[in-house]
């Protein structure tokens, strides 16, 4: 059963950044498309951003473009999202998770949560000053 593991969440001021790594327990994450997907209290889970295998195209949530990056390495089997100027309402529990399939159009990365069937425990981010 493959795992995956969130880390780099914590504590930053407004307009800071965060890089958040998954990684995973398998070298068979090259084979899989990765989102970024958060649940703030209270919230219902949103897509963050996802990547495609290869990490040869990605999408972002209108609420991130411009601020947030996703990557991945695969031979190191682990995706990350860099984030940058943040604000307080990124605030959230931020978690990867692992899709065995391709998605055309590729936006349907971001509306297709159900597709994902592997996910990590999550990583806390908190936005505050």
């Known amino acids: 059963q493959l795992q995956l593991v969130e880390s780099g969440g914590g504590l930053v001021q407004p307009g800071g950044s965060l890089r958040l790594s998954c990684e995973a327990s398998r070298s068979t994450l090259d084979s899989a498309v990765i989102g970024w997907f958060r649940q703030a209290p209270g919230k219902e889970r949103e897509a963050v951003s996802c990547i495609s295998r290869s990490g040869g195209w990605s999408q972002y949530a209108d609420s991130v473009k411009g601020r947030f990056t996703i990557s991945r390495d695969n031979p190191k089997n682990t995706v990350y999202l860099q984030m940058s100027s943040l604000k307080p309402e990124d605030t959230a529990v931020y978690y990867c998770?692992?899709?065995?399939?391709?998605?055309?159009?590729?936006?349907?990365?971001?509306?297709?949560?159900?597709?994902?069937?592997?996910w990590g425990q999550g990583t806390q981010v908190t936005v505050s000053s």
């Open positions: 998770a692992a899709a065995w399939r391709n998605f055309w159009p590729q936006s349907l990365c971001l509306r297709s949560s159900h597709e994902y069937l592997n």
